[in-house]
């Protein structure tokens, strides 16, 4: 898989400063990637260089290889985290307004935006100030004007933010629509159970810098502990006098459990054998969560 869309040593600041230090990765084209990080970290700076609303000092963002220039950005869609909306306007005519601005036709951005307001239910509030919105309906609107020009990438900061869990489901299909033509999305979001189900893969920042990047198949294995799950016929509790097991947690016949490094996981199958059926004995992955705590408190 080639990336499409490349971050390339960017280092930014502001003032004394230092928020981004060789922030190096690449969005691959139809995959989802996730950005995540906490609070400070340096995802929205990152975006809004990838944007061109912030200059870098150093370091370069390519699209295809190319530098990206205005009109390759114009084929963007973004989604900032701060509403950028027009309180007074409808929603109709806000997202009609801003398909214009992107180069299309009145009658394309009108058609456009039905069809967006449809998919994202929210036809019956197109003639609603946004301001007379809910918080949510207005993050969606936001998404809908990301998505209203038929962007060739998506570039969205926290688009789930204020969304109770029907419409997450909702915006997560007119995503995972948009990857399936081939588009790009990078997003960020402080959910990460939600971006583990939906992302294909992860970039990790702490600190203004990249401390983890990969698919997120390749990240839970390189994180993964020797952890294991065992669910046996009778109790388990045995295995807290098994040399070289940690248990991590103990319910009747399931428990889960650290291995030493010296230590095999048959061993442990064949004393778990010896005493009787065993139902299930497997690896446990880990978490995004856990694999984040671990990462950026390396």
Known sequence: MTDV???????????DRQVLEDVTFGVTAGRMTG????????KTTTMRIILGVLAADRGSVSWRGVPLDRPTRQRFGYMPEERGLYPKMTVTDQIVYLGQLHGLSRADARRRTAALLDRLQLTERGGDQVEKLSLGNQQRVQIAAALVHDPEV???DEPF???DPIAVETVVGVL????ATGAPVL???HQLELVERLCDDLVIIADGTIRAAGSRAELRSSYAL????VEVAADAGWLRDQPGVTLVSL????AVFDLAADVSDQDVLRAALARGAVTSFAPVRPSLAEIFREVVSA
Request: glycine letters at 16%.
């Open 5 to 15: 869309l490349t971050v390339d040593a960017v280092s930014r600041s502001f003032g």
């Open 35 to 42: 950005f995540v990080g906490a609070n400070g970290a340096g």
């Open 154 to 156: 998506l570039v969205l």
């Open 161 to 163: 933010s204020g969304l």
């Open 176 to 179: 995972r629509e948009r990857a």
């Open 187 to 189: 997003f960020s979001s």
């Open 226 to 229: 020797p952890r294991y799950a």
């Open 251 to 254: 319910d009747g016949p399931r």
